[in-house]
């Protein structure tokens, strides 16, 4: 993670263990991600940004360099995650989540950004792991133990309905973090979706709208009740099941490398 916590014991500086750019003997003997064809994807919707932004409408914030490469290094992020067979649902690796969602906004060039991002990473820190008033001697738990819930009561379902569940639970309202809650339910969807031998998700001209339309939904829908899990409930189960078809129907295993694709 970028910024030290000591609430995360070992998960802490998750993303600082790893060096912005992997030493050869981490990886694989392939990467299974095509950087480039994910940077090809996204850089299709930053030049035809205003169009696609127009068919929407709530309008997004222009797809911008820094976003584009933030994501791209959240993408490596998560391919390494996957290589190292990291469980990032377990009490240990759930860090990493948090860790995405510094990158989308950071990146991982922890020495030049670790002052600029200190505020948000306490906040964000803060919001997903829960905190403690020594004083008032009141705790205010995490959003990560929906996640966690969540995906542990469907770690056994088919990847689909486990990559639409993480990124409902991470997107809809309280959301786990206090920005950038749809880049980092995509880096972990897609992570499940690697873990699977599947490509990972990627924004692109195709699927821009069909995308953005049901989060903006999702992302206003209370995940809160008295029912145990109220995500298998009601319009959020619905909204799940949708976006589930959504990522299998747009899987496209030009994302990964030729001697990772599925024959």
């Known amino acids: 993670m970028l910024g030290t916590d000591p609430r995360m014991g070992d998960r802490a500086n998750a993303a600082d263990k790893r060096p912005s750019r992997r030493p050869k003997d981490s990886r694989r003997s392939h990467t299974s991600i095509d950087r480039a064809a994910i940077e090809a994807s996204l850089r299709a919707v930053q030049a035809d940004f205003e169009r696609l932004n127009s068919l929407l409408r709530i309008r997004k914030q222009p797809l911008s360099d820094v976003v584009i490469e933030n994501m791209l290094e959240g993408y490596e992020y998560v391919d390494y995650l996957v290589a190292q067979n990291i469980d990032v649902f377990c009490a240990k690796g759930i860090g990493h989540l948090l860790s995405m969602n510094m990158i989308v906004h950071f990146g991982t060039d922890v020495v030049s950004i670790r002052d600029k991002c200190a505020g948000y990473s306490r906040a964000a820190a803060d919001r997903f792991l829960g905190s403690h008033d020594g004083h ?128």
Not at 204 to 222: L, T, W
Not at 223 to 246: T, V
């Open 136 to 263: 008032t001697e009141i705790t205010v738990k995490g959003t990560n133990e929906s996640v966690q819930k969540w995906y542990r009561r469907h770690e056994r379902d088919g990847v689909w309905k486990r990559s639409a569940g993480v990124y409902v639970a991470i997107l809809s309202h309280p959301q786990a973090f206090p920005e950038g809650n749809h880049r980092t339910g995509s880096l972990a969807a897609s992570y499940l979706l690697l873990r699977d031998a599947k490509a990972p998700f990627v924004l692109n001209p195709d699927n821009f709208v069909e995308y953005f339309v049901p989060s903006h939904v999702i992302k206003f829908k209370d995940k809160r009740s008295l029912a145990y899990d109220h995500l298998d409930w009601g319009e959020l189960a619905g909204l799940k099941k949708k976006f589930g078809a959504f990522l299998k129907d747009h899987q496209n295993p030009a994302y990964l490398q030729s001697s990772a694709r599925r024959r």
